[in-house]
C-alpha cells in the first residue's frame, strides 16, 4: 500500500470520527438519517450525538439521546403505542403495554380533551366498575402497598381533582405529563430487550430531553405490584428521575422564596427536580389523570414539567402566583 493510499484511509477515518459517528456502526441500514449523516438505533453508541432531544423521525418516530454510565451515545425511540407484550405474570418484561389507553367510559372529557371534568368527578361513584369507597380503603398506606396509593387525609377523587387543578393551571394536559413519563419507561423497555435480564438497571444513566438532562436510575423488583383499579396495570420498577436545577433558576428561586427556612427551600427545590416512582403511575397518569397521593411515589405534575422541561421554573411560579412551595406541600384533603 503506497503512501497516498494510507493517507487517504487515515483521512476518511478521521472525518468519521470528527462527524461524531461510530466507525462500527452498520450504515448500510441506517435506522434514521438527520443532516446526511446516518444512524443507528441503541444498542449502537457513538463517542458523540449532537441533535436535539426528543426529535420526531420523518416517519413519525419519537427518539430521544441517552448517555450510557461510560459516557457514549445512543439514540432509542420512545414513541407510545397500544400491544400485549408487557405482562409480568406471564413473564413478559419488555412490551410498550396499553400505554395510549385512556379511560372514556368513566371520564370522557378525560378522553376528549385530556383534562377532567370536575362535573363528572364530583359524581362519580365507581373507576373501573370498583366503587370508589373501596378504591379509598386499598389505596390508603399499609393496606395494598405499604407507601399507598394516596395519603391517610386524601381520597381518589380529591386527589383526582387536585392534581387536574395543578395540570389545568400549568396550562398542560394529562396526555402532555404522560407521554414524557412513558418516554423513560420506554427507554428502560429498549434498554432491556437487549441486556436479557429485568432486574438489572443497565448501561444508561441520563436522557437528554427539551434541554434538560435528565439522570434515571431504575431497578426491577422481586414480584410485582397489583393495581387498586380494576385493570391489568402492575408495578415492577423502582424508577428515579432527577435533574440539576440551571445556575439562574436557583438564583431566581433563592430570591423570591428568601423567606423560606433553609429547610423548606431544599424541600422546593427537592420536590422540584426529584421523583422517586413507579411505571404504574405512568400508566395511571394517561389512563385516569392519577399520579398517586402525596406519597412516597408521587410523581408530581410541577416536578415532571421542570424535569422535562416542559415548563420553566419561572412560568411555574407565575402559574402558581409565587406559591410553588405549598403548591407541592398541601395534600388534597378528603372533605
Known amino acids: 500500500m503506497n503512501y497516498k493510499h494510507r493517507l487517504l484511509i487515515w483521512l476518511?477515518?478521521?472525518?468519521?470520527?470528527?462527524?461524531g459517528h461510530s466507525i462500527y456502526s452498520e450504515t448500510d441500514h441506517p435506522d434514521v438519517i438527520i443532516d446526511g449523516i446516518a444512524y443507528n438505533f441503541?444498542?449502537?453508541?457513538?463517542?458523540?450525538?449532537?441533535?436535539?432531544?426528543?426529535?420526531?423521525?420523518?416517519?413519525?418516530?419519537?427518539?430521544?439521546?441517552?448517555?450510557?454510565?461510560?459516557?457514549?451515545?445512543?439514540l432509542v425511540p420512545v414513541t407510545l403505542g397500544n400491544d400485549d407484550s408487557l405482562d409480568y405474570k406471564e413473564r413478559l418484561w419488555?412490551?410498550?403495554?396499553?400505554?395510549?389507553?385512556?379511560?372514556?367510559?368513566?371520564?370522557?372529557?378525560?378522553?376528549k380533551t385530556g383534562l377532567h371534568s370536575e362535573k363528572e368527578l364530583g359524581e362519580i361513584k365507581t373507576i373501573t366498575g370498583k366503587p370508589v369507597d373501596e378504591i379509598n380503603r386499598?389505596?390508603?398506606?399499609?393496606?395494598?402497598?405499604?407507601?399507598?396509593?394516596?395519603?391517610d387525609d386524601e381520597d381518589i377523587i380529591?386527589?383526582?381533582?387536585?392534581?387536574?387543578?395543578?395540570?389545568?393551571?400549568?396550562?398542560?394536559?394529562?396526555?402532555?405529563?404522560?407521554?414524557?413519563?412513558?418516554?423513560?419507561?420506554?427507554?428502560?423497555?429498549?434498554?432491556?430487550?437487549?441486556?436479557?435480564?429485568?432486574?438489572?438497571?443497565?448501561?444508561?444513566?441520563?436522557?437528554?430531553?427539551?434541554?434538560?438532562?435528565?439522570?434515571?436510575n431504575y431497578l426491577g423488583a422481586k414480584g410485582w405490584q397489583e393495581s387498586i383499579f380494576n385493570d391489568e396495570i402492575l408495578g415492577y420498577w423502582q424508577i428515579e428521575m432527577s435533574c440539576d436545577l440551571k445556575p439562574a433558576e436557583l438564583i431566581y428561586l433563592e430570591q423570591k422564596y428568601q423567606t423560606l427556612s433553609e429547610d423548606d427551600f431544599k424541600f422546593?427545590?427537592?420536590?422540584?427536580?426529584?421523583?422517586?416512582?413507579?411505571e404504574m403511575v405512568f400508566f395511571y397518569a394517561m389512563r385516569y389523570g392519577f399520579y398517586e397521593g402525596h406519597t412516597s411515589y408521587r410523581a408530581d405534575p410541577l416536578a415532571v414539567a421542570v424535569i422535562f422541561?416542559?415548563?420553566?421554573?419561572q412560568e411555574l411560579d407565575e402559574d402558581f402566583n409565587g406559591n410553588l412551595y405549598n403548591a407541592l406541600r398541601n395534600h388534597f384533603r378528603s372533605k
Open 42 to 74: 441503541y444498542p449502537q453508541l457513538y463517542k458523540h450525538i449532537h441533535l436535539e432531544s426528543p426529535f420526531t423521525t420523518p416517519e413519525g418516530d419519537v427518539v430521544v439521546l441517552v448517555e450510557t454510565i461510560d459516557g457514549e451515545f445512543g
Open 309 to 313: 422541561g416542559l415548563k420553566s421554573i
Open 12 to 19: 476518511s477515518l478521521a472525518l468519521l470520527l470528527c462527524s
Open 268 to 278: 422546593l427545590t427537592d420536590k422540584l427536580t426529584f421523583i422517586h416512582t413507579g
Open 138 to 151: 386499598i389505596a390508603k398506606p399499609n393496606h395494598s402497598s405499604g407507601a399507598g396509593f394516596i395519603a
Open 158 to 216: 380529591s386527589v383526582l381533582k387536585g392534581d387536574n387543578k395543578l395540570v389545568h393551571t400549568m396550562g398542560l394536559t394529562h396526555t402532555d405529563i404522560a407521554e414524557s413519563l412513558f418516554h423513560v419507561f420506554n427507554v428502560i423497555q429498549e434498554v432491556g430487550k437487549h441486556q436479557g435480564k429485568a432486574k438489572q438497571r443497565g448501561n444508561v444513566c441520563r436522557i437528554y430531553y427539551n434541554n434538560r438532562d435528565i439522570n434515571i
Open 94 to 111: 419488555f412490551g410498550r403495554g396499553r400505554q395510549l389507553l385512556v379511560d372514556t367510559l368513566d371520564f370522557p372529557t378525560l378522553a
